[in-house]
């Protein structure tokens, strides 16, 4: 099911700037026993997003009442996931946006994460080829521009390699395709740093008011080097890394401290850790 | 009008990865009394473009029987721009492609540029502060993800600013938003690398195949002393540049050459040239 500007819509309009140009925000959510995870903290994301790039965002009652609606239906109250996409609208000319074209709001329900694939004993990673590029204007946002992500994750098939994880063109690590990364290393909690690159995730976000972490630079080596490895995303919690290329680590003490204080606050993520 | 594989649509599915991504090609034809200008040309970099994102190209014969149908109707023939969008298709899950997906194949027929704001003694350009990030992987490809262009676009309303320039990161001049450019220096014909980003266009290839180009790393202050500039596009051919911040060229001999040349090959872009 899928809401665009408030109402029941199978097709985007084929002049959506979303479509044309990746001319837009989203944000994807996860819904557990009906409810929206970190509903606030998406919608914020979004506004802010929506702000960098020039976007007008509609004020969030209309993103409550579309998610009452999706949620609506009893089948698809328990487990799911809602996705939230603002483009730019329709129009203008080329490149140039229409100054007095609204902004588009749609809405999806999809179906829950695929659970069986992680591993409650923690996941797998690679090293992907592709590279992000350092953009600083789009760094940090949810955008639509996804295309490193999408090649990055086209790198492999191998179902037992859970997450890839992508370096930026000077080399330094930033992120998995769909997850941030930290690093424990001699004691302190690390993160890379998204003032070029990478997304700044809802779960990232809720670790950093949590605890002390340091944002930083990370070499691969480092990384391999770190005492603890995980990933985390707004979908799917604090996932602990095991492995990685030739190296592999045991799920270590702050990474099962973090995991248990988050599934304290969000019972969605509990049960995971081995 | 539109069509979506074959077929007439006035909406694209809300799973298409064009929208959630950007993740598809797109070419942007100028109809010339009925017939699309460089139309092998533009199908020869669509197919080009989607090989290097490992997305599979229908046959030109399909691009060919929707541009007829587009095309067909008198109103259409004469003067427009048709439009094309090859995106993934739709499902896989989250960023990684779902191998067994068709992708997607989108004509749409849209209104002739609007030559009125074209001066025939030539446009003014400007500066734009949005930088394009450096990323070999998707360089030269006419890609989906083309947020910095937006951005870039959305820096000026001034109707006498025709377009602007961009910088990468390095600060090295690209491209015009929409545009390539060409500079003369020492009676050198010079047009910017592209192996770093910047779209390689249709155009561009045909200045390069027709006389002596060194494709070259340029920086702003080259472009200012140069003896001549002017960008170009498929769909408005070679437009001289004629003032630039405080630089002002009249149209010099090499630029009216080539254009005189173009508009031997391709008589829409005739008569462009005070």
Redo the contacts between chains.
């Keep these: 099911m ?1 809401l ?1 500007d408030g109402e029941t ?15 837009g925000v ?1 944000e994807t959510v996860r819904v557990h026993h009906g409810q929206c995870v970190w509903w606030r903290e998406h919608l914020q994301r979004l506004r802010q997003s929506a702000i960098r ?2 976007i007008e965002a509609p004020a969030d009652v209309h993103w409550d009442d579309d998610v009452e609606r999706l949620l609506g239906h009893p089948a698809a109250a328990q487990a799911s996931i809602i996705k939230l ?1 603002l ?2 609208g329709g129009g203008g ?5 229409d ?1 007095a074209a609204r902004a588009r709001r ?1 809405a ?1 329900r999809l179906p829950p994460p ?1 659970g069986a694939a992680i591993n409650s004993a923690g996941i797998v990673l690679r090293w992907c080829r ?2 992000l ?3 600083p ?2 760094a940090g946002i949810k ?12 790198e492999w ?1 191998d179902p037992a390699v859970f997450e890839g994880l992508m370096l930026d ?1 000077d080399g330094k690590v930033i992120c998995a ?2 997850a941030n990364l930290f690093a424990v290393v001699a004691g302190r909690l690390l993160t890379p740093a998204l003032d070029s ?1 990478g997304v700044a995730g809802v779960c990232r976000a809720w670790l950093l008011a949590q605890v002390a972490v340091e944002q930083c630079a990370l070499s691969p080596e480092a990384v391999l080097a770190a005492d603890e490895v995980f990933v985390c995303s707004s979908v799917r919690g604090i996932l602990p890394v095991v492995a990685l290329g030739d190296q592999r680590w045991p799920i270590g003490p702050v990474t099962r401290s973090l995991m248990k204080q988050l599934a304290d606050a969000h019972p969605v993520f509990a049960g995971r850790a081995a």
């Design positions: 899928a665009i819509a199978s097709g985007l309009p084929l002049d959506d700037r979303g479509l044309a140009y990746g001319d989203f790039l020039g996409i483009t730019r000319r080329g490149y140039r946006p100054r749609i999806l695929d592709t590279r590029a350092r953009q204007a789009l955008h639509l521009n996804r295309l490193e992500q999408v090649l990055a994750r086209a098939d063109t395709t769909a690159c």
